[in-house]
């Protein structure tokens, strides 16, 4: 319950009105000391009765417009010529129905051109992976005759040593004179043979090492042109795809399931990205299976509106039952043109009766006080800064300070002050004076 703004907005009001019609208890220099009597030395006649218990409700009725739930201007993407219109205004459409085709030659001949470098970049990449896969081959080839060649050292090494014990003992002979020179002499040259073949697989096994090297170096190679020739690769098909995205804008479609509201491009026409706002749209789509209300409310009343506060509204144009539905939103803040809040209500549509454009008469509900005391205002009295009403005590006005409330209409909520059992002065009540003489006339139920 808004107990606190409607108190506020009666009280303003009630203040108003009561100073602007001069009713209000005197000053002390116009008070009289004693009751004033009636002219005719008889009591007053006014018409009292105790406050009734029922419930208040505040409303406010403001105009409103209806509104598509969401509506979406379609502008072209990329530069190029409307091909083919697939839908007029009026026609519905689905999300991601295609509306219009447009007609980009040169973008289809960029996509072609990068169709085949990634074509090339594919071959590049196959031909880099069978270099590799044979670099790696000869690095097996390579090792293998490193081991072959390592494999003779110690063969030579063998017979070089064999040989050399050999022809030391062959040469100690000939020197005693037990063998001939010949044979020292071939046991000379079996020795340096040996000692040649040594030398011979030594050169091998740094033969094979160093070729073992190139091949290793030429498969390092191969593997960072095999990297290189991927990446080449990727970036041919970001390429292709970035392409194949820009060209996929040629085909306009629907963001929503929806209506085609307004058209502006025919077959043929050259169109192009919109320029800061200034280019007319190709198509305008209108979502409609719900619709929004739009309702500004005064400034004086904004603080009651909130969110989920019960509506009902009337469309001008159908002539039908009204609608229920809740305030959905509101801006919050006041705007500074009209001083007023924006309320937005959101209404079901699928049978697409509510149009955007129509007018509408919303009624809201701002509050609602059940099993309040009421009086009518005519029988409020504003007594200096206190507001009070006239009760009846022993034939004699009693003014009784009251808090005031919810009003609706020409009835106002008592807050406080009253239980409800006393005798309330009901009309004219300001005119009356504390210690009057009255005689009560039964208030018409």
Not at 183 to 208: G, H
Not at 324 to 349: G, H, K, M, Q, Y
């Amino acid at each position: 319950m808004k107990f606190v703004d409607s108190l506020a907005v009666a009280a303003v009001a009630c203040g108003a009105i009561l100073m602007a019609s001069g009713c209000g208890r005197p000053s002390a220099a116009e008070s009289p000391v004693h009751p004033r009597p009636a002219a005719n030395g008889s009591a007053d006649r006014v018409r009292a009765g105790q406050p009734e218990r029922k419930t208040l409700t505040l409303h406010t009725s403001q105009p409103g417009r209806v509104e598509a739930f969401e509506e979406t201007p379609l502008h072209p993407k990329l530069t190029g010529y409307v091909e083919e219109i697939l839908v007029d205004i009026g026609d519905s459409v689905t999300k991601g129905q295609k509306l219009i085709q447009l007609w980009i030659p040169e973008m289809q001949d960029e996509q072609e051109q990068k169709e085949a470098l990634v074509a090339q970049s594919e071959a590049e990449m196959q031909q880099a992976e069978a270099t590799s896969r044979a670099s790696d081959a000869k690095i097996n080839t390579a090792r293998a005759r490193v081991r072959q060649a390592e494999a003779g050292i110690g063969r030579a090494e063998g017979d070089y040593q064999r040989w050399k014990s050999e022809y030391e003992r062959i040469r100690d002979l000939a020197a005693k004179g037990s063998v001939t020179p010949k044979l020292a002499d071939e046991t000379l040259n079996q020795f340096r043979s040996a000692e040649a073949s040594r030398t011979e697989v030594a050169a091998n096994v740094e033969s094979a090492n160093a070729e073992l090297s190139e091949t290793q170096a030429n498969a390092s190679k191969s593997q960072a042109d095999l990297v290189a020739a991927r990446a080449r690769l990727r970036v041919a098909a970001a390429n292709l795809k970035r392409t194949k995205t820009l060209l996929g804008y040629a085909e306009i479609k629907a963001p929503f399931d929806g209506v085609i509201t307004r058209r502006g491009v025919d077959t043929g026409h050259y169109v192009h990205p919109d320029n800061g706002g200034t280019t007319q749209p190709l198509l305008v789509v209108a979502r409609t299976d719900k619709v929004r209300i739009f309702v500004d409310v005064p400034e004086m009343e904004a603080p009651l509106v909130d969110e989920g506060d019960k509506s009902v509204i009337h469309i001008q144009s159908l002539r039908s039952q009204a609608i229920e539905a809740v305030v959905t939103r509101t801006s919050w803040s006041l705007s500074d043109s009209n001083r007023s809040i924006r309320v937005e209500i959101d209404v079901p549509n699928e049978k697409g009766v509510l149009r955007p454009g129509m007018y509408a008469t919303v009624t809201i509900l701002l509050d609602e006080h059940s099993d309040v005391l009421a009086l009518p205002f005519a029988a409020i009295v504003q007594d200096g800064q206190n507001t009070c009403c006239c009760c009846v005590e022993s034939g004699q006005i009693r003014l009784k300070p009251i808090v005031l409330g919810l009003r609706r209409g020409s009835e106002v909520e008592i807050v406080s002050g009253l239980s409800g059992t006393e005798s309330v002065v009901l009309a004219q009540a300001g005119s009356l004076r504390p210690g009057q003489q009255v005689e009560i006339i039964e208030a018409k139920k």
